[in-house]
């Protein structure tokens, strides 16, 4: 592939940057964040090297699950402004470079959507009580996926809570709606959707029908490729690794564009609690393989809690001893409800490693707003709602969030997290605030399509602290070392290290001199980015 056919899959060089418009700026005092401060802070994304932004539900809603229950899809809820707005919001990004993706929640509506009266049939019903799955998605706010219906007399399925009855993907018209709703959006500019819960929006449970649910997704992304070429879809599927391959396209079909890594995410945590890399090695090396057009999005920390339901319950239970060890800090049995920064005990050098391990993974990386200041998590608020706290700006009341006396939630004010101790304006005069090493981390790894593009490789370091990966693409190499441990450690990059044609080990980002050799001496928490200098390389800045 060519360097200008590359472009087209503008996802595999992504960094993506999820925000929620209500809890990032207020430009109207009206106590919650809109669309016009979106865009007046799109600028703050730029500069810290951000090409895709993914938004979460904006879309009107009784906010009954934070906007998750949607009751139009056609419409900006108008405490956030206009469709207006957001045209004019999508036409900033893409004058900075910045591509949108929104989230499409299609598995469910909120029961205030005038489709759940006027169209029944659009919905999962039964003339009695189904079997209930073995695992509901919320354990203790949520005690059965089936409620009776007074006015229609029989039970409808909601995967969720009972204020977002489940869609009926099976029925035509229902599919029609989808393919006008991806239409709608992508008209007004987006470049693709976050797709909220995959395997159960094209599930078939609680219907007859026989179709290979499978099936159905290869006909909404190939909808979408008529509509626009380069759109994409970002799916959120925590299944196995034969489900990740059929979702990716693996079988011989049309398949999503991104699939989030839950499995590499909880054994990166487990990692970090042992100090060891072999749960993440394993974990590499238990991914499926995906087409050309395929990538997995690597996040450390996303808008849910972190979860850990996959995991063997001691390995859990390991996870939660270090990260999570008050029950305040955890829900649904499963998860851990807290920020990146308070998890490492907000300590610099973990945070960094972190951060620098979720950017250099293989893949497209995704963080969440915040982070990159090392906000701290709100365990007043409830569930996952502890992460969602707004956006610290300045040490100016309310953050810089907003003028309003009462807020849609409240801002972090007090203690090391607070916003007079944590924000952008303080950080942005500090060149060795976390935001500012950031900004340099993200630039290095947009300098590096190795990563994203590149045949990659575990490197046998001898070590079990230290994660090695090895990435070549094109005439460009680039080998990363990230400490997992709180020991200094020397390593010697392996002999099968191919080296031919390579004049010097250059660092780009990192602990150590600048020129290394084949030994390279990592503090405790400490990475090395490397890039293997060729005379005829032409990919990359060194």
């Not at 229902?174 to 007004?188: A, H, P, Q, S």
């Not at 290869?218 to 059929?246: C, H, K, T, W, Y």
């Not at 996959?310 to 008050?326: H, V």
């Not at 607070?418 to 976390?434: A, C, F, I, K």
Request: with cysteine; net charge negative; charged share 25%.
């Amino acid at each position: 592939m060519t360097d200008k056919a590359t472009s087209d899959l503008w996802w595999k060089d992504a960094v993506v940057y999820c925000v929620d418009v209500a809890t990032w700026l207020d430009s109207d005092g009206n106590g919650i964040g809109d669309l016009a401060g979106l865009t007046r802070r799109l600028d703050y994304l730029s500069g810290l090297g951000v090409n895709c932004l993914w938004l979460m539900p904006f879309y009107p809603s009784p906010l009954g699950d934070d906007g998750y229950d949607i009751t139009d899809y056609y419409a900006v809820d108008e405490r956030f402004g206009t469709l207006g707005d957001f045209v004019e919001m999508i036409r900033t990004a893409d004058n900075l470079g910045i591509r949108v993706l929104v989230d499409l929640v299609l598995n469910h509506t909120s029961d205030q959507h005038p489709w759940f009266p006027k169209r029944r049939d659009f919905y999962v019903w039964s003339d009695h009580k189904e079997k209930e799955p073995a695992d509901v998605a919320f354990p203790g706010e949520q005690d059965s996926t089936w409620t009776y219906n007074e006015e229609a007399g029989q039970w409808y399925m909601h995967r969720y809570y009972d204020f977002m009855p489940d869609l009926n993907i099976t029925h035509p018209d229902v599919r029609d709606e989808m393919n006008k709703i991806l239409g709608f959006w992508l008209e007004l500019g987006v470049s693709g959707f976050r797709v909220d819960s995959l395997p159960l929006m094209i599930e078939t449970v609680g219907t007859d029908s026989r179709d290979n649910p499978v099936t159905y997704l290869r006909s909404l992304v190939e909808f979408m490729g008529r509509r626009r070429g380069d759109a994409i879809f970002l799916g959120e599927a925590n299944v196995s690794p034969e489900e990740q391959q059929r979702y990716l396209g693996m079988d011989g079909g049309e398949g999503v564009q991104m699939l989030f890594d839950f499995r590499s995410c909880a054994a990166q945590w487990l990692s970090h609690a042992r100090g060891d890399a072999r749960p993440l090695e394993e974990a590499l090396r238990s991914r499926p393989r995906y087409p050309q057009h395929g990538q997995y999005a690597n996040f450390c920390r996303h808008h849910d809690e972190l979860n850990l339901g996959d995991l063997a319950e001691d390995e859990r239970d390991e996870i939660f001893a270090a990260f999570a060890p008050e029950e305040t800090h955890r829900v649904y049995g499963r998860g851990i409800r807290r920020r990146l920064a308070p998890m490492l005990g907000n300590d610099p050098r973990r945070i960094r490693l972190v951060l620098a391990l979720t950017l250099a993974l293989p893949g497209t990386p995704v963080l969440l707003y915040g982070d990159e200041l090392g906000m701290g998590e709100d365990l007043s608020l409830h569930g996952r709602l502890a992460v969602r706290s707004p956006m610290q700006w300045s040490a100016r009341p309310n953050g810089g969030f907003s003028r309003a006396d009462e807020l849609y939630r409240p801002v972090h004010a007090d203690g090391e997290y607070g916003y007079r101790t944590v924000n952008v304006v303080d950080q942005r005069h500090e060149p060795d605030s976390l935001v500012a090493w950031m900004t340099r981390a993200i630039q290095v790894r947009r300098e590096c399509p190795e990563m994203g593009w590149g045949e990659w490789r575990i490197l046998d370091l001898g070590d079990s602290r230290v994660l090695g990966l090895d990435y070549r693409w094109r005439d460009g190499g680039v080998v990363t070392l990230h400490n997992l441990s709180a020991d200094d450690v020397r390593v010697s990059l392996p002999d099968d290290l191919d080296l031919t044609g390579v004049e010097g080990i250059r660092r780009m980002f990192g602990e150590g001199p600048a020129d290394s050799g084949k030994e390279i001496d990592l503090p405790g928490y400490g990475y090395s980015w490397l890039r293997l200098v060729d005379e005829q390389i032409t990919t990359a800045i060194i």
